[in-house]
């Protein structure tokens, strides 16, 4: 695969995953299997490998899980609750070893062993969540939501058995030295088999819809705005961590919780070789159907704490934990017809409609065929008989097509050459719809995206949506100025897409000038109200004043993903400076490739007089956290081999504290490390005045 295709499938693969994550944690409705749904991820880290200067901001490796929903109020996590990478063989398991050990520059055969042994246990299916505990009591209960940030469901996590509501008065945190003020515990909120059928067929007596598995009902019954209905649906709760660096092990960690009364996994142990973690996995393996709840893997875990902080977090996953996921069910459906999706960038993709088939608990109508190179290298036609799987137990994947079944009258696909959103040609060179906020989906995409960046609660997909096609809003300025016209009931022509989008004909361009608005207030329209547009009003205001990252963040600029907008942010004092960058400027940006560089240049310029206005109505600062950070403001070039610990490291550390990292020494620069033979880096640094420290002066400048 090319660089322009391999953009194209990582955008592709971005939308496809966040609509996952939509379906799978906010709404407990996933379309397609845990087995298809890591599938995607993992063709999305495969792409990413490969071609790292196309990492997208919006990538799927940066984000855990989906934004909290409107109902609950948001709970900030202290410390991120972070999603695992998955592994399906031995031979994977092996490389993710060998990325921790090259990480701390251990040896790889010294990772899994006597001294360094994994902790080893199932990996529930269920709803990842956080339980603060304040001088013994239950004050708080949260939802993982994007990792961040959760919903708080406190009086919900009150109805889950085998959460205590009180711990012991001494427990053993107190053998550390530590009162107990402030604990929190993390788990996994899950139903067992059997009360899931007990729920099902209740369901079917009351003749109420049924729950796809124990996970969604799981989901589901947490989020009740009804603490009844969840005390009714027997959620149980299964503890595995405890946010707190005086732990020396895993196992110490467990104990604890079992003596303060919660109920963890079982079996887990400890393993010292490869071969006892073969031997676990097969164990549970061939025990699965015994177990009286779901699982869809086991999970290890590396056992010293110490060592565990020391290998920190890349993207969203861990370096020291890994799931390893049992293998994926496949089945036979049919192909009903190809769709096209136009994504925010004017992508097109096409989209499988199938037969609904059952796949691992979980019913799926849809698989992504990602683009017209895979749809060639399958040879899928409209009516093939197909093999779907969905990996993992999630993404639903067409893995071949059954091509002894195909049928005389099976259609082949044709790419179409206009945007099926707006009628408008397709740039021959990729494919692309061009666009931009005229086009309707684009637009949709692209303001959806901003929004849900912002947090702007009341504005859903349906509501931008109708606020688009009424002319209420066209592009991202015409949400803060959406209260003033709203009030003076003046909606000009000149700044709104149309109402009613003209059929594509030879008379389009005639057509596509006449634009007919909505002219009443936006409280007077079905659906709306005066309290729902006094919330969103209000909701578009607390919005005004945001952090300069996550203003990068909501534009949707291309390979510019959380992780890349926080990078930007602490690289540049405002956004007029990253509006004004080069290429150049980009580039000596450690983790900024060219393909990366290029694409944010290219669109700031394209969208710069849209971004200018938008300043005009937004009040940009810097994340206060950051300032309270050791390094904040420093920036820290790494140069030559090291001894106690590897650049990547170093650098890992120096992000963490707040630092920039570059990867050449300019005036900017604050600090350079030195390693041995550093090179021209620490020539440069000498001969500009740039403080220089040694491996030994870095070291206890951490202490």
Known sequence: MDIANAAKELERLAKEIARHDHLYYNLAQPEISDHEYDELRRTNTALENEYPDLIR???????????????????????????????????????????????????????????????????????????????????????????????????NIKMVRDVPFLLPAHPPLEQHGKPNQRIEVRGEVYMTKEDFAYLNKSQTEKREHLFANPRNAASGSLRQLDASVTQARRLRFLAYDVVDDCFETQESVVDYLNRCGFVTVFPARLCCSMQELSDYYHYVEAAREQIPYDIDGVVYKVND???????????????????????????????????????????????????????????????????????????????????????????????????????????LFTFPTQCPSCGRNLNPQDNRCLAGFECKAQAIERLSHFVNALEIDGLGGRN???????????????????????????????????AVIATPSADSEKNSSKRIFNMHPLENENGWGSVSVKNLFKAIEACRSVPLDKFIYSLG??????????????????????????VDRLLHIDGIGTITAEGIVDYLSEQRNVFTQLLEHVALCQDTHEAKLLLSGQQIVFTGRFVEFTRNEGKAQAIRLGAQIASVVSKSTTLVVVGKEPGINKNKAVQLGIKVASEEDWLNMLM
Not at 111 to 130: P, Y
Not at 365 to 390: C, F, K, M, P, Y
């Open 57 to 155: 901001h919006d990538s799927p490796s940066r984000r855990i899980g989906a934004l909290p929903q409107v109902d609950f109020q948001k709970a900030k996590h202290e410390k991120p609750m972070i999603s695992l990478e998955d592994v399906f063989s031995d031979e994977e398991l092996c490389s993710f070893f060998e990325k921790g050990s090259r990480f701390i520059n251990i040896p790889g055969e010294q990772f899994v062993c006597t001294q360094r042994s994994m902790w080893a246990e199932l990996k529930i299916d269920g709803l990842s969540a956080s339980l603060i505990y304040v001088n013994g009591v239950l004050t708080r209960g949260a939802t993982r939501g994007d990792g961040s940030t959760g919903e708080d469901v406190t009086q």
């Open 305 to 411: 704490r110490k060592l565990q902080s020391r290998l920190g977090i890349i993207g969203r996953a861990p370096r020291h934990s890994v799931a390893h996921k049992f293998k994926a069910e496949q089945v036979e459906t049919k192909i009903l017809d190809i769709s096209i999706q136009v994504g925010r960038t004017g992508t097109l993709t096409p989209v499988a409609e199938l037969t609904p088939v059952n796949v691992g608990g979980a019913v799926v109508s849809r698989a992504t065929l990602h683009n017209a190179d895979e749809i060639a290298r399958l040879d899928a036609r409209i009516g093939d008989t197909v093999i779907l799987q969905r990996a993992g137990d999630v993404i639903p994947k067409i893995v071949n097509v059954v091509t002894e079944k195909r049928l005389p009258d099976a259609l």
């Open 557 to 582: 600029i291309p390979q510019v993903g959380k992780q890349m907008a926080t990078l930007l942010s602490k690289n540049f004092n405002n956004f007029t400076e990253l509006l004004d960058c080069s």
């Open 464 to 498: 931008i949506e109708f606020l688009y096609d009424t002319g209420r809003v066209h592009d991202f300025v015409d949400i803060f100025t959406l209260q003033q016209r709203n009030e003076k009931n003046d909606l000009r022509g000149d700044l709104f897409a149309p």
